[in-house]
């Protein structure tokens, strides 16, 4: 089981999702070194360019259905939401 210390926050998945690429990747690091399966989950979306932003939300589209990143719970998507984007240096960290 995992501590709820180490579950992935909305403000660790908005880190990972946005940002200046530095502290993406050192987001990234902390996560992957905590074993959350949110984070992991997240993440892999990511490599796969399906992930989006929507306010404070990050969300994981999933067989054309939003899932939010933190609670992993169905979620709406919003026409606004926008796409995440990772550079080649994310991808090969």
Known sequence: MISSAFALSSNKAKQLATGETDTRIKTQSQLV??????????????????????????????????????????SSLPDSAEDVISNNRMRGE
């Open 33 to 74: 070194s905590r074993a959350d399966e949110s984070a992991y989950r997240l993440i892999k979306a990511m490599t796969e360019d399906s992930v989006k932003i929507a306010g404070d939300h990050v969300l994981i589209i999933e067989d054309g259905k939003a899932i939010d990143a933190v609670s992993g719970e169905a």
